[in-house]
């Protein structure tokens, strides 16, 4: 690898934490979604969802870009930092995946049993 091509630890910071912002943002937007679903909102609750699904499409592409970057040899130390943004990822693509059946499921009037 040409040090042109090498990235700063600056850049690889930028980088992961907005991974993690774009994730968090996604996971915070399904959220809101069930929760306006809860109360009836479902046109709310599926703007979230819009919210969430382009939220999601940015931390995905920060990952396809990780992940072109380290296919094409330009490797990165692997961080806690960069392990927790994976994370912050799956969570938040299994976290949308539930909230969209939640939401699908509340118009039916199906009713959730209160949580402990």
């Known amino acids: 690898m040409t040090e042109e091509n ?61 992940l072109t970057q380290e296919a094409q040899g330009n490797h990165v130390n692997v961080t806690l930092l960069t392990v927790h943004s994976q994370d912050h990822l799956m969570n938040a693509i299994t976290f949308l995946d539930l909230a969209k059946d939640l939401v699908d499921v509340y118009p039916k009037g199906a009713r959730m049993p209160p949580l402990l």
């Open 6 to 66: 090498k990235m700063t630890e600056e850049e690889q910071m930028q980088i992961t934490m907005g991974l993690i912002i774009n994730a968090g943002n996604a996971k915070a937007f399904a959220v809101e979604a069930i929760t306006c679903a809860k109360n009836g909102d479902f046109e709310g609750a599926k703007a979230k969802l819009k919210n969430a699904d382009q939220a999601l499409v940015e931390a995905h592409n920060t990952q396809t870009g990780m």
